[in-house]
C-alpha cells in the first residue's frame, strides 16, 4: 500500500504557539494553505470539527476548488445531520470536484461540553452506536442500487436512496477514531481507515493487533492513520532548540489565554470524561517527556488531553526515520500537521515529505524482494 501524507487546514491561522490573529474565515489563507499542502507533496488534507467552527464541507469545497490534486478529509460528529443528506452532499462534492478526492471522518468521542453546544446530551456508548448505525446507512446509501429501508435504534429510513452517487469506484473513504471497547468495536465493523494519535511505538502496535484482530472477527481489514506534529531542524541540536521554544512559547500563551482557537486547543472541562484516546497520551506523557528515542511528549503534558500534540524531533532523515517505523508496523497513512502550520507545511515539502516517501518506498521494495525469495 503505497504511503499517504495527510495535513490539516484551518480557516485562520493559529496553533498552540500563537493566538489566532484575523477573521474566523479567511478565504484567502484556506486558498493559501490549501495550495501550501500541494506544493508540498501532500495527498490529503483534514478539516477539522467543533460545534463552534466553520462548516467542514464548505472549507472542503473551498480547498478543492483552490487546489488540483489535494483530496480532503472532512471530519463531522454523527448525530446532527441525517446519514442519508450527508451520504448525498459527499457525493455531489465529489462529483464537483473531480471526482476522487473526497473522504470523510466519524467523531464520536471527544468534548461532552462541545456536543452540547449543539444540543447532544447522549452519553458515549450510545453515540458510538449511533456513529455504527450512521455508517451503516451512509455506505448503503451511497451504494445501494434500489430504495431500502433501515430500522435501527438510532436512524430509520423507509425508501431511502440516492440518485447521485459516488464519482468514482473507490467510493468515499470512511475514517474513524477511538480506543474505548464500543469505539474498537463500531470501527473494526465500519472503518476503512482507523486514526490512531501518536503513541509510543509498542503501545501502537498493541491497537493495530487488537483493532486488526476485531476487524478480522468482522471478516473485514483495515488501514492505519498515525497523527503527530513533527519538528524539524537542520541538526539534531537545533531540532530540539526548536521544541524547547515551542514549550516556552505555549506554556506563555497558556498563561496569558490569548489563543481562543478551540479547533486545535480544546480541552475538556474538568468534570469531562477525557476520552480514551486523550487519556492514553496523558499516560505515556507522565512516564516521561522522550520515548523511543525522538518521541517528545512536553507539548501533551502541558496542554492536557487536548488530541494530537506529540511531536517527532530531529533532522528531516531522523524523523522520517521515526515515522517509517510506525509503517513497519502497518500504519500506511501520516497526519502531520505543524506548530507554525503554514511554516512548517513549506519546510516539509523540501526534505520530510521526499524522505517519507523514499523510505517506504525502499521498505516495500525489499518486502517484495524477501517475498519473492520465498517464492523461489
Do not use: C
Not at 448503503?140 to 447521485?164: C, K, M, Q, W
Not at 507539548?299 to 528531516?316: D, E, F, H, K
Request: negative net charge.
Amino acid at each position: 500500500m503505497p504511503i499517504e501524507l495527510l495535513g490539516m487546514i484551518a480557516t485562520t491561522a493559529g496553533s498552540e504557539t500563537r493566538a489566532v490573529d484575523g477573521p474566523v474565515v479567511d478565504a484567502a489563507y484556506v486558498r493559501e494553505f490549501s495550495r501550501a499542502h500541494e506544493e508540498a507533496g501532500f495527498d490529503r488534507v483534514l478539516i477539522g470539527y467543533s460545534a463552534s467552527s466553520p462548516d467542514g464541507f464548505a472549507v472542503a469545497a473551498a480547498a478543492l476548488h483552490s487546489t488540483e490534486r489535494l483530496k480532503v478529509l472532512i471530519a463531522h460528529r454523527p448525530g446532527f445531520v441525517a446519514p442519508t443528506v450527508v451520504a448525498r452532499k459527499l457525493a455531489t462534492l465529489d462529483h464537483l470536484t473531480g471526482g476522487g478526492r473526497v473522504a470523510i471522518h466519524h467523531i464520536s468521542g471527544g468534548s461532552e461540553s462541545d456536543q452540547r453546544r449543539d444540543g447532544d446530551f447522549s452519553d458515549k456508548s450510545d453515540r458510538y452506536r449511533r456513529t455504527g448505525e450512521f455508517i451503516e446507512v451512509l455506505r448503503r446509501t451511497l451504494s445501494s442500487d434500489e430504495p431500502f429501508d433501515y430500522h435501527g435504534d438510532f436512524y430509520r429510513v423507509e425508501g431511502a436512496f440516492s440518485a447521485v452517487k459516488p464519482a468514482t469506484d473507490d467510493g468515499i473513504p470512511v475514517f474513524f477514531g477511538g480506543l474505548s471497547d464500543g469505539a474498537i468495536e463500531v470501527g473494526a465493523r465500519g472503518a476503512d481507515v482507523y486514526m490512531l494519535f501518536g503513541e509510543p511505538l509498542a503501545d501502537v502496535a498493541e491497537h493495530i493487533r487488537s483493532i486488526r484482530a476485531a476487524a478480522a472477527r468482522e471478516g473485514r481489514t483495515v488501514e492505519f492513520s498515525l497523527s503527530t506534529r513533527p519538528i524539524i531542524g537542520a541538526t539534531e541540536a537545533e531540532a530540539w532548540e526548536k521544541a524547547e521554544r515551542i514549550y516556552a512559547e505555549t506554556e506563555a500563551l497558556i498563561a496569558s489565554r490569548a489563543s481562543g482557537n478551540t479547533l486545535t486547543f480544546a480541552r475538556p472541562a474538568q468534570h469531562e470524561e477525557v476520552p480514551v484516546s486523550a487519556d492514553r497520551l496523558q499516560q505515556a506523557a507522565r512516564r516521561g517527556d522522550v520515548h523511543d528515542e525522538r518521541l517528545w511528549l512536553g507539548i501533551t503534558r502541558l496542554t492536557g488531553p487536548a488530541g494530537n500534540s506529540t511531536a517527532p524531533v530531529g533532522t528531516p532523515e531522523q524523523v522520517a526515520e521515526a515515522l517509517l517505523k510506525y509503517y513497519d508496523l502497518g500504519v500506511t497513512r501520516f497526519l502531520i500537521r505543524g506548530f507554525d502550520p503554514l511554516g512548517d507545511v513549506r519546510d516539509w515539502g523540501a526534505e520530510l515529505v521526499p524522505a517519507l516517501r523514499e523510505g517506504a518506498r525502499l521498505r516495500d521494495e525489499a518486502t517484495a524482494a524477501q517475498s519473492d525469495e520465498r517464492v523461489a
